[in-house]
């Protein structure tokens, strides 16, 4: 593992995580039930974009998208608070070969934190199932598996109501079978910048 101290959210950030594929979009290459995405190729172009443009294009937003940002800080200081846990702010974690990442919301001693500030009637719908959300394991282990951890707690907050702390144990089979997909895609997408490389004129 390979850590990059940069603030997350600040330009350095952006540039440590252009063009190869992050935890937070894990579930574009390996499903939560183990199976390869069928959204493998589209977001395999979409990192080929940001690596040809130099820049990373805007992304979609939402109102409670931009309120779980500003809510993180707060969400941050009520775990350590409940759970006596200090957290440890890093910017961008990669395996050892730099071509995949995960952007921890805290590191902790044997593991990690995944913070999610989510609208009032989904985070009822967590509390009630009272578990990891299916949508969320690929990010989730596959931060696990950057950062060498053997746990990671996903937490889900909201100001007006009780927490969602649930702590999620390493998965390795999961793990192996997102390590052997992540693989295949990054040297998937490595051959195709290549291609693209040639076409254009520009060939390495």
Known sequence: MQINSCEQGTEEWFDARRGIPTASEFKSILTSQGKPSTTQTTYMYKLMAEWLMEKTPESYT????????ELEGEAGAFYELNTGVEIAHVGFA????????CSPDGLLVGGGLELKCPAPHTHVKYLLANKCPAEYIPQVQGSIWICEAQWWDFMSYHPDM?????????????????????HSFTAKML????????QLGKAE
Do not use: C, H, Y
Request: proline residues 7%.
């Open 94 to 101: 990669t395996l050892d070969n730099g071509m995949a990442g």
């Open 162 to 182: 009780p927490p969602l702390i649930i702590r999620v144990p390493r998965d390795q089979a999961f793990i192996d079978q997102l390590s052997a997909e992540v």
């Open 191 to 198: 051959e195709k910048r290549q291609q693209l490389l040639k």
């Open 62 to 69: 939402n109102e409670w998208m931009e309120r779980g940002k």
